[in-house]
């Protein structure tokens, strides 16, 4: 048996049942998927190895203890300006990976950590870049709402404007004729910025391999979906773009979908739109204690009962696909590995001061950049 | 009717805040919807940034325009604002969270006292805000828009430019949108990166039909009108496009606008503790148009000129300043005169204290424009 897991080293010696008692995979009922000018959805059932269920507990609890970190460290003041976090909607991130390859593209807005890390990045990396440090993932000069890696395009500050973004990525597959596709997030809030409907109209007019999805995560800001949108389906919202509306919060949903949606965009039928209902345990950023828009135990009753995590940890304890020596092991192995690139980004060294003003142009020679003074001026690099 | 709207909004900012105000709020620009950051750090970590680049000096309390009361700078645009809806049946003021107080709390409390079809909240669409502001302000109502960060506010700048600026002119007076105020917080907070802290008024500094205007107090807003006469509704009221001489000087001339002018009162300080130098200083405080009779008086009196502004050097509004001075003031001119502004890069994350024109980049400035 491959007994190759990402990063558990530890459990095969811990663990005190032979690999042979584990199941190694199971069939799971999801959720029916809520159909927008489509005959057929993904399937009802979703098929889960127990090596894709270790990696998916291990990466979404990666996650969800990387953005508790942060918001430590920024009660703490060593990670400052806006942070926004994306614990409670792990499953989406790792669900939508899951169902997309790393050549693939995916660009999202502000609420980017997970992201970056399902695409490649490194939790040192990440934390880094939210101290600002030179080991950041950005060189530590775009902090948290700036984060990139090879086919990630971030990472952006302003609502709705990585969708056309997203268009452009999506037609340079198609042009390069690469059957690549590009993932194109936003959130309920974006939904009603204008750019949004240029964009479903340009991408479904020339056919793009492009998937909008929106991750609905019930609030704006302080604004609930009731009190912002006329029409708070936003699976129907690219009206004729097909839409699946899934539950955002069971991996294995959203990873049928996107699968179903990349077959749906790899065929060359053109854009499709994916609504994820999610739910995000913090408030919109560090600086937003996230209830005077809700109620406390709203918050507790989703935790209670919709925890990504947890759904994807009673699946695969009650089916004897894991033990709980094993996946507590996973946790500890997590929680190092947080704790040492917390380390790291409280201790590595700021940029240097040249990064200032490096990278402005791509140019081949140095050149002067005029400074806050007359006779200051820096050289600019590229 | 068109004018009464900005004027009582800047007539009760100036009755109330040229007060005693608050000082623990001005460190806390940084402002969050429910928590104040604390004022300067004194912690001695030296990764740790201070929560502000200035010190803060109040205004002396004025005497002519009756009583006054203590408040920070979003109670008096609160108290504004409140005057406006109160005075102005007509009045609506709408924007992104608007509706519980928005998010730097300018708007506390109004949409319990006027009702929630005059005070209300707007999806995300700041295209969609300001469109709907002009057409609201055309029919005649007196639309106060929010934006809720000045980075943010892109998405409306062909409404505000090509559409706003334009109505008046383009239908011979026939319609106007001088009803429109659009307001929205500029400036960097220590922390704000690149989304949070941008300074657009040279963007907007260049369309004629609009009118753009600061506060200068704790943190600054931005205000863009669209008025014509300047009529006086309120008791108070102060003409849109005057400059205000903060302190007066013989030696060097300083302008600047927000919350760099705090900036600036220090190095005046500085200048006269350390070089004996005398300062005056100039709150510009309408960007356009400008009051340039008070600037090229000030220079033709002490010879020397200082424009300090966040945004970058690079075609900021310093330029303009500079340009039409050494235009009037030629021969008066001792010195050449001096920017000292942002670099020319985009504003940075983590290189803020680098970027910005702090008190010892300016004191420097100064230092150089004497010796020259």
Known sequence: RVLELTGCAASMVVSSRSYADFTPEATF???????????????????????????????????????????????????????????????????????????????????????????????????????????????????????????FYGGNGIVGAQVPLGAGVALACKYLGNDQLCVSLYGDGAANQGQIFETYNMSSLWKLP?????????????????????????????????????????????????????????????????????????????????????????????????????????????????????????????????EDAAQFATTDPEPPLDDLCSHIFATDQPFDVRGATPWTKLTSTS | MAAAARFLLRGAVSKASIANVNVGVQSSFGITLLRLSPNCSSKTKTQRRNAAHFTYYPDPVPTEYGPTTKMNLFQSVTSALDNTLASDPTAVIFGEDVAFGGVFRCTVGLRDKYGKDRVFNTPLCEQGIVGFGIGAAVAGATAIAEIQFADYIYPAFDQIVNEAAKYRYRSGNLFDCGNLT????????????????QSPEAFFAHCPGIKVRHSSLLSCFFFVCFAVEQVPTEAYTIPLSQAEVIQEGSDV????????????????????????????????????????????????????????????????????????????????????????????????????????????????????LISY
């Open chain 1, 29 to 151: 009922d999801i959720k029916k998927v809520d159909l927008h000018r489509l005959e057929e959805g993904p399937p009802l059932t979703a098929t889960l190895t127990r090596e894709e269920g270790l990696k998916y507990y291990r990466t979404m609890q990666t996650i969800r203890r990387m953005e508790l970190k942060a918001d430590q460290l920024y009660k703490q003041k060593i990670i400052r300006g806006f942070c926004h976090l994306y614990d409670g909607q792990e499953a989406c991130a790792v669900g939508i990976e899951g169902g997309i390859t790393l050549s693939d593209h995916l660009i999202t807005a502000y609420r980017a950590h997970g992201y970056t890390l399902t695409r490649g990045g490194t939790v040192r990396e990440i934390m880094a870049e939210l101290t600002g440090r030179r080991g950041g993932i950005a060189k530590g000069k775009g902090g948290s709402m700036h984060m990139y890696t090879k086919n």
């Open chain 1, 210 to 338: 492009i998937i909008f999805i929106c991750e609905n995560n019930q609030y704006g800001m302080g604004t609930s979906v009731e009190r912002s949108s006329a029409s708070t389906e936003y699976y129907k919202r690219g009206d004729y773009i097909p839409g699946l509306r899934v539950d955002g919060m069971d991996v294995l949903c959203v990873r049928e979908a996107t699968k179903f949606a990349a077959d749906h965009c790899r065929s060359g039928k053109g854009p499709i739109l994916m609504e994820l209902q999610t739910y995000r345990y913090h408030g919109h950023s560090m600086s937003d204690p996230g209830v005077s828009y809700r109620t406390r135990e709203e918050i507790q009753e989703v935790r209670s009962k919709s925890d990504p995590i947890s759904m994807l940890k009673d699946r695969m304890l009650s089916n004897n696909m894991a033990s709980i020596e094993e996946l507590k092991e996973i946790d500890i192995a997590v929680r190092k590995e947080i």
């Open chain 2, 182 to 197: 659009i307001r929205a917080p500029w400036g960097c907070v220590g922390h704000g990166s690149l989304y949070h802290s």
């Open chain 2, 253 to 368: 001339t300083l302008v600047a606008w927000g919350t760099q002018i705090h900036v600036l009162r220090e190095v005046a300080n500085m200048a006269q503790e350390k070089l004996g130098v005398s300062c005056e200083l100039i709150d510009l405080q309408t960007i356009l148009p400008w009051d340039t009779e008070t600037v090229c008086k000030s220079v033709a009196k002490t010879g020397r000129l200082l424009i300090s502004h966040e945004a970058p050097i690079t075609g900021g509004f310093a330029a303009e300043i500079s340009s039409t001075v050494q235009e009037e003031c030629f021969l008066n001119l001792e010195a050449p005169i001096a920017r000292v502004c942002g670099y020319d890069t985009p504003f940075p994350h983590i290189f803020e204290p680098f970027y910005i024109p702090d008190k010892w980049k300016c004191f420097d400035a100064v230092k150089k």
